[in-house]
């Protein structure tokens, strides 16, 4: 199985912050990486497929880049709407598997 | 708009059986690639299968054996048959559509094992 790491697990930011969160795959996936948002309570949100195909209605503040094992998700600008926890999830065989998240938090 | 309400979900004690079911709306499941995705009690993402038509699914080897699918053309629905449950199953179950990358997703279904 294709093991996903990502770091960190926990970050704490304020509103305005540029914000890196990495994935790192246990080989090479190509380009077939995904991030997604998801808020307590409440199902994953899709944010970016492919390693870098930003979803419709997700703000451009978000993006992502990589490929092979090494992938980033930034987000430019932090927003109050975006403190979440991010996963990220490869898609290059299964069985899929995500990564263990990270919990973005408020300074 | 593209719809996943999944319901089945509940308290059963270890053993048994219990079966999820995924309605859609504004697509055929029949025709699209499905996933069951499970999220432990304050844990990450684990996929449990992924299904297409008739003739592909593939299963995480952790429900390999004790889970099946089915289908409902008239319904819409997909169904994820459980059996033999064990307490590590505990989990929300999610339904999503998607080959490579889940697109669309239901709120879940709470499914605890507990004697």
Not at chain 1, 4 to 28: E, Y
Not at chain 2, 11 to 38: D, E, H, K
């Amino acid at each position: 199985d294709i093991q996903m790491t990502q770091s960190p697990s926990s970050l704490s930011a304020s509103v305005g912050d540029r914000v890196t969160i990495t994935c790192r795959a246990s080989q090479s996936i190509s380009t077939y990486l995904n991030w997604y948002q998801q808020k307590p309570g409440k199902a994953p949100k899709l944010l970016i497929c492919a390693a870098s195909s930003l979803q419709s209605g997700v703000p451009s503040r978000f993006s992502g880049s990589g490929s092979g094992t090494d992938f980033t998700l930034t987000i430019s600008s932090l927003q109050p709407e975006d403190f979440a926890t991010y996963f990220c999830q490869q898609g290059y065989s299964t069985p899929y598997t995500f990564g263990q998240g990270t919990k973005l938090e408020i300074k | 708009e593209v719809q996943l309400v999944e319901s089945g979900g509940g308290l059963i004690q270890p053993g048994g059986s219990l079966r999820l079911s995924c309605a859609a709306s504004g697509f055929t499941v029949s025709s699209n690639y499905m996933n069951w995705v499970r999220q432990a009690p304050g844990k990450g993402l684990e996929w449990v299968l992924l299904v297409y038509g008739d003739h592909i699914t593939n299963f995480a080897d952790s429900v390999q054996g004790r889970f099946t699918i089915s289908r409902d053309n008239s319904r819409n629905t997909l169904y994820l048959q459980m059996n033999s449950l064990r307490a590590e199953d505990t989990a929300v179950y999610f339904c999503a559509s998607g080959e490579r990358w889940l697109s669309n997703w239901g709120q879940g279904t709470l499914v605890t094992v507990s004697s």
